[in-house]
């Protein structure tokens, strides 16, 4: 009953036709959405003009934020750039071409591995899903944010040894919207290493969103589940006193759900700053396995470096306990498309092909607790392969 009046306040809302019954008009709605105001607990002007892009060779256009929220409804995606007006990063600052050798930290990646289990994923986002929202234009995507800052702390304080501690650092790049984007990072051992070689970051976004913003978002799969697969690889690699030779950064991107706004402000000021990244992996989705489907790890191959990603296909033969299928995801899909739009190597691990991936994500039914087809080891299996990523790109300096 709740699905169904929300999904009729969709409609009603964003101008839906339900079968051949035309709901509502949007340029009707749109008064009432305006006359009952935005509720409390949300920063948000509807009317706001938003420059946003929905194709690699289109001009960027500029709508309002009502019309952007219409426009994902409605499955478009797109890049808002109102606040990152694009350049395009000189190539020669890019690192010479990669060669990614075959994996040969069997080892060293496999120790880790054998330490990473599902039990802090599942109290993690049981907490996480707990927030009405994590919007990030809402109170509460303040506070998850807050309370995943917060984890990481507790995680390090726990985890890390007192030489490990002292070569980390946890920062917030701030967004004039409220919620932070987090960065966590694990200098390396090799400073020359590190200049040279770049810094190897891996990324989930922490925000999550409903259709209609206002609605509760419990993002348990998006991206709730990125969130708390990088953390487990994170507390993994502490737990095995792990120190890296080149940096090491993970991020936890805001507002990814708004048009991938927090992790282009986070490449852009990269790029503007001459950081020599090696190479970014995504990890947005990891825990859906559709029922009467293979276990799979997806790799999207459009908008993507492609020897990166080759090179990731290589690590879940080595590391992971399940194949991987090729996949596509389209134009703006998730964080990895601000780096590869900044000049930068980026991949994205996802839990499935696109048609078998989950398809309550950006609803009230977005829970870990929906279906046994939300699996913790399935998740689990995009730890390893960050671990596996992490160590075979960044090394181990063994003291
Ligand atoms: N995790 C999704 C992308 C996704 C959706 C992957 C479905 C696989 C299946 C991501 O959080 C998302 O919602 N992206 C937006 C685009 C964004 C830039 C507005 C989308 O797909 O609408
Ligand atoms: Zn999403």
Redesign the pocket.
């Known amino acids: 009953m709740r699905v169904f009046l929300s999904s009729l306040l969709c409609a009603a809302i964003l101008g839906y036709r339900a079968g051949a019954v035309v709901i509502d008009d949007f340029s009707m709605t749109s008064q009432k959405f305006l006359s009952s105001g935005v509720p409390e607990g949300f920063t948000l002007d509807l009317n706001e003009e938003r420059l946003v892009q929905f194709a690699e060779d289109d001009k960027p256009v500029w709508i309002t934020e009502r019309e952007k929220i219409r426009a994902?409804a409605l499955?478009?995606?797109?890049?808002?750039i109102t606040h990152t007006p694009w350049f395009k990063r000189p190539p020669t600052s890019l690192a010479p071409s990669l060669a990614y050798p075959a994996p040969d930290k069997q080892n060293l990646v496999n120790t880790v591995i054998a330490n990473l289990t599902v039990d802090g994923m599942i109290s993690n986002l049981q907490k996480f899903t707990s927030f009405r929202t994590r919007y990030y234009r809402s109170e509460t995507g303040k506070e998850s944010q807050k309370w995943l800052l917060n984890r990481i702390s507790e995680i390090t304080a726990e985890y890390a040894s007192p030489s490990l501690t002292y070569l980390i650092t946890l920062t917030e790049f701030t967004h004039p919207w409220g919620q932070n984007s987090i960065i966590l990072k694990i200098k390396g051992a090799s400073e020359a290493a590190a200049v040279e070689n770049g810094t190897v970051v891996i990324g989930a976004?922490q925000d999550s969103?409903n259709t209609i913003p206002f609605l509760p978002a419990p993002g348990a799969?998006?991206?709730g589940s990125g969130t708390v697969t990088i953390l487990e690889t994170y507390r993994g690699l502490l737990a095995s006193n792990y120190t890296p030779v080149q940096d090491v950064e993970f991020h936890w991107y805001s507002a990814?759900?708004?048009?991938?706004l927090g992790s282009q402000a986070v490449a852009q000021s990269y790029a503007q700053e001459n950081v020599n990244i090696h190479s970014m992996v995504q990890f947005?989705?990891t825990a859906w396995v559709k029922r009467g489907t293979r276990e799979e790890i997806g790799i999207v191959t459009d908008y993507v470096d492609a020897d990166l990603t080759e090179f990731i296909r290589t690590l879940v033969n080595t590391y992971c306990g399940i194949p991987y299928v090729d996949t596509q995801?389209?134009y703006?899909?998730?964080d990895h498309?601000s780096w590869g739009k900044a000049g930068y190597r980026s991949a994205f691990g996802?839990?499935s092909t696109?048609d078998n991936?989950?398809k309550n994500?950006?609803s009230t039914n977005d829970r870990m607790d929906i279906s046994d087809e939300f699996s913790f080891d399935h998740m689990l299996e995009f730890s390893k392969l960050a671990v596996g990523y992490i160590i075979e790109t960044a090394g181990w300096s063994k003291l």
Do not use: N, T, Y
Not at 75 to 80: A, T, V, Y
């Open positions: 994902k499955g478009r995606k797109f890049f808002d976004h969103a799969d998006d991206d990814e759900e708004g048009g991938l947005d989705m995801c389209g703006a899909c998730s498309a996802i839990e696109f991936s989950d994500i950006h």
